[in-house]
């Protein structure tokens, strides 16, 4: 179960689309193992989740240059200058 977890929590986060979205994935999903391995419990882990989330979230925002991504009304996306 902790292997597929684990594996889980690697690839899912390539998934994501936007600079900012995957920075977040890969942020939260590397804060949660860090985290859980410093403190050896579940707390750690959603702790260093949230900031690394928060963390990856901010340096993936920053390499994106100056576009955005929308949805309109039928879900398709574009991207347009923010």
């Known amino acids: 179960m902790k292997k597929i977890l684990l594996v889980a929590s690697l690839i ?3 998934a994501a689309c936007t600079a900012t979205e995957r920075g977040a994935g ?3 999903a590397s804060g949660a193992i860090i985290g859980g391995a410093a403190t050896g419990n579940v707390r ?5 989740a949230g900031i690394g989330g928060v963390a990856g979230a901010l340096i993936g925002r920053a390499n994106e240059p100056g576009y955005c991504y929308y949805r309109d009304q039928y879900g398709r ?3 347009a200058r923010c």
């Open 26 to 28: 890969i942020g939260a």
């Open 12 to 14: 899912l986060p390539l």
């Open 77 to 79: 996306r574009y991207t």
């Open 44 to 48: 750690g882990a959603a702790v260093g």
